[in-house]
């Protein structure tokens, strides 16, 4: 099966900074890879798609880039609004895979 | 509007069964690729479990292979899952996701969520 791996587990940071989250494969898995946001109590919402593909939606400050086994999520400029956990997914094979999470906090 | 709604969650005993539902509206649901995601109590998310469109593939988390089953009537546009010899590590909110296929692999809607606790 392919693991992710996202780095860091956690990162305080202030509103107005660029903040950029890892996430490595175990494999390569090409641009199949996802990523969601999820805030407490609620359902994980999908921001990027196919590595670096912005969901219809999503402001613009959030990127992401990558391919092969090294992704990486960006947001230009954190707003009070991203302060949530983000999770990528693997959607290479069918196990559909996530990595353990990146809590952001406000610093 | 799209929704996806899950129901059945509730308290289990351990070595006991449990069906949750997911009802679809909103979406051709027959053309969708469904999956159960869950998420135990401040964890990350776990993919359980994953149905094609069609409803001839079925693959299943190595946690839960052998005890878990999922199906879908698409004339009911409903997903389910039978969790059967539950134990306390199937504590969590189960997700019902619901991924495009035709080449976009991505769950792009997604369920409010159902809670599981299995206790004595």
């Known amino acids: 099966d392919i693991q992710m791996t996202q780095s860091p587990s956690s990162l305080s940071a202030s509103v107005g900074d660029r903040v950029t989250i890892t996430c490595r494969a175990s494999?390569?898995?090409?641009?199949?890879l996802n990523w969601y946001q999820q805030k407490p109590g609620k359902a994980p919402n999908l921001l990027i798609y196919?590595?670096?593909s912005l969901q219809s939606g999503v402001p613009s400050r959030f990127s992401g880039s990558g391919s092969g086994t090294d992704f990486t999520l960006t947001i230009s400029s954190l707003q009070p609004e991203d302060f949530a956990t983000y999770y990528c997914q693997q959607s290479f094979s069918t196990s559909r895979a996530f990595g353990q999470g990146t809590k952001v906090e406000i610093k | 509007q799209v929704q996806l709604v899950e129901s059945g969650g509730g308290v289990v005993q351990p070595g006991r069964s449990l069906r949750l539902s997911c009802a679809a509206s909103?979406?051709?649901?027959?053309?969708?690729?469904i999956y159960w995601v869950r998420q135990a109590p401040g964890k990350g998310l776990e993919w359980v479990a994953a149905?094609?469109?069609?409803?001839?593939?079925?693959h299943y988390a190595d946690s839960v292979k052998g005890r878990f089953i999922i199906s879908r009537d698409n004339s009911k546009n409903t997903l389910y899952l039978q969790m059967n010899s539950l134990r306390a590590e199937d504590t969590a909110v189960y997700y019902c996701?619901?991924?495009?296929?035709?080449?976009?692999?991505?769950?792009?809607?997604w369920g409010q969520g159902t809670l599981v606790t299995v206790s004595s």
């Open positions: 909103g979406i051709i649901f027959s053309s969708y690729g």
């Open positions: 149905m094609s469109y069609d409803g001839s593939n079925k």
């Open positions: 196919a590595a670096s």
């Open positions: 494999q390569s898995i090409s641009v199949y």
């Open positions: 996701a619901a991924e495009p296929g035709g080449g976009d692999y991505y769950f792009d809607h």
